[in-house]
Nanobody, 119 residues
Framework: QVQLVESGGGLVQAGGSLRLSCVAS???????????MGWYRQAPGMQREMVAT???????NVANSVQERFTISRDNAKNTVYLQMNSLKPEDTAVYYC??????????WGQGTQVTVAS
């Protein structure tokens, strides 16, 4: 089994920054099959949406709404993916979920971390 554990969420004023981290632990075999890791978010009453993803080789895909403000990175040696969030806006308020895609497109999810941006 694999667990994804997020950290770094919290309350921040608009214009502030937060850095989310997600560490994968458990089966080394399964972790090594994770070709894509990323972040999704879900605001109250809204569908979950992709924020940013990154492949094992470092190719990224970032949502247009956060393109100029959020940066995703990955440390394969530490089985960790990061999301640096700058210039936060109230509309970025959501629960942020870590995601990893492994063999046969099997998906793993973290438990989520709350990000609240106060205006």
């Amino acid at each position: 089994q694999v667990q994804l554990v997020e950290s770094g969420g919290g309350l921040v004023q608009a214009g502030g920054s937060l850095r989310l981290s997600c560490v994968a632990s458990g089966s080394i075999f399964r972790i090594n099959t994770m070709h894509t890791m990323g972040w999704y978010r879900q605001a109250p009453g809204m569908q979950r949406e992709m924020v940013a993803t990154i492949t094992r080789g470092g190719s990224t895909n970032v949502a247009n709404s956060v393109q100029e403000r959020f940066t995703i990175s990955r440390d394969n040696a530490k089985n960790t993916v990061y999301l640096q969030m700058n210039s936060l806006k109230p509309e970025d308020t959501a629960v942020y979920y870590c995601n990893a895609v492994g063999a046969r497109h099997y998906e793993y999810w973290g438990q989520g971390t709350q990000v609240t941006v106060a205006s």
